[in-house]
Structure formats: C-alpha cells, structure tokens
C-alpha cells in the first residue's frame, strides 16, 4: 500500500514562510522521485519542485526558485518544502507525490497525497 501524507499548510501574510512535510509510506518510500505540485482554484495542477533520492537531481519551477527549498530525509522517508517569501499567487492546496523516473508532469507520477492547503493573504 502507498500512502503519502502532507502537513503544515496553513495561512500566512505576504513575506512569511511555511514549512511543508511529506511522509511516505508502503511503495512510496522506496521512490526515486519526489515532488511537490500545486492546484490553485480553477487552474491546473503545476510542478513546483522535486527531489531524488540521493539529492543531486533537485529541479524547481521558475515561479518559486530562489524562494522555495526542497529537501528529504531519506531516514525518516520525509520530504519537506520550505517555502519564503511568500506571495499570494503562492495561494493553493499543495500535494506531493512520488515517482521512480525525473519528471515534471503531474500525470505521469502514480502516487499522490492528500494535500494541504497553503492560504497566503496580502
């Protein structure tokens, strides 16, 4: 069984930071790849950023690089996205997933959390 969990969404004002967590469980720990994506009220679901497993392939969207930071603990089979600087644009529900290859399609990877949701007012 795979199982991914997300936390740490929440609300913040412009500028703040939040710090998202992703656990992994069953087959999803043993991925590869790990990315985190966002869906914001009545758009697609975009690639943010991922991560593999041995962190010499880190990958980020345009829109949040040099603002946001993946990383993972390969011990504690967590992911983690750091976000700062935060816009309201950043406003979505955030989900991760995991995948064996590196890619930024949401629709090739096969296991996906729940999603958390990140409100971000100006």
């Known amino acids: 069984q795979v199982q991914l969990v997300e936390s740490g969404g929440g609300l913040v004002q412009a500028g703040g930071s939040l710090r998202l967590s992703c656990a992994a469980s069953?087959?999803?720990?043993?991925?590869?790849?790990m990315g985190w994506f966002r869906q914001a009220p009545g758009k697609e679901r975009e690639f943010v950023a991922r991560i593999s497993q041995s962190d010499l392939n880190i990958y980020y969207s345009p829109s949040v690089k040099g603002r946001f930071t993946i990383s993972r603990d390969n011990a504690k089979n967590t992911v983690y996205l750091q976000m700062n600087a935060l816009e309201p644009e950043d406003t979505a529900v955030y989900y991760c997933?995991?995948?064996?290859?590196?890619?930024?399609?949401?629709?090739?990877?096969?296991?996906w959390g729940q999603g958390t949701q990140v409100t971000v007012s100006s």
């Open positions: 069953g087959r999803a720990s043993g991925m590869n790849t």
């Open positions: 997933a995991a995948h064996w290859l590196a890619t930024t399609n949401p629709r090739e990877y096969p296991y």
